[in-house]
């Protein structure tokens, strides 16, 4: 059965630092793999899906088969990027998998 | 934001009483889909729709049903509600499918006393 792992329920990181949050899966089929984002008092929105290779708000994911990765990177912290970030499987369509989500809060 | 309004937006009950939460949308989108968040479990898939009488299970189906006779609505009932569904319910939208993007409702904080 598909299942996306967030191992970081919380990560802390200092603002202007590089921040990692990190997303492994499993599913024996092609991914397709997205992370959402869910700002304080706002509705749960996408932030970016891996097949459009997109960067977003300065955050990119590269799909890394090899590993079953999808880890969500920004070289340079800012305080608006404190939210909660949920990794996402689609698999099998049209179901979406969530992992447990990572709340990032960044430190001024 | 997508046209998705979920309604109640709270509501408290008690155990053993049926609840109904209703998912509407002004988008014509074919999928609709019904998901829990809880602490530690992030979102999980209880119901999905493809399409007007269309439906099936998620992972934490039981003691939920779904209807959905229109295209724009959407409802979840819990038939006798428990305390283990004490959660909050976030419908979504998508005109293809999860692979493409999910639009989200605001959701519902459920409480079952």
């Known amino acids: 059965a598909q299942r996306v792992t967030q191992p970081e329920k919380l990560l802390s990181v200092f603002k202007g630092a590089p921040v990692e949050l990190k997303c492994n899966y499993s599913y024996s089929g092609s991914p397709e793999l997205f992370w959402y984002v869910q700002y304080s008092r706002q509705r749960l929105q996408l932030l970016l899906r891996?097949?459009s290779r997109e960067s977003i708000k300065g955050f990119t994911a590269d799909l890394n088969k090899g590993e079953t990765s999808f880890h969500l990177k920004k070289p340079f912290a800012q305080e608006e990027d404190s939210a909660m970030y949920y990794c996402a499987l689609s698999a099998p369509e049209p179901k979406l998998t969530f992992g447990t989500g990572t709340r990032l809060t960044i430190i001024p | 934001d997508a046209g998705i309004t979920q309604s109640p937006r709270h509501k408290v009950t008690e155990t053993g009483t049926p609840v109904t939460l209703r998912c509407h949308q002004t988008?014509?989108?074919?999928?609709m889909y019904w998901y829990r968040q809880d602490p530690g479990h992030g979102l999980r898939l209880i119901h999905y729709s493809y399409g007007v009488k269309d439906t099936d299970k998620g992972e934490v189906s039981d003691g939920y049903s779904v209807s959905r006779s229109k295209t724009e609505d959407f409802l979840l009932t819990l038939e006798s509600a428990t305390s283990s569904q004490t959660s909050v319910y976030f419908c979504?939208?998508?005109?293809?499918?999860?692979?493409?993007?999910?639009?989200f409702g605001s959701g519902t904080q459920l409480s079952v006393l």
């Open positions: 988008e014509n989108h074919r999928y």
């Open positions: 891996h097949i």
């Open positions: 979504a939208i998508s005109p293809t499918g999860t692979n493409e993007k999910l639009f």
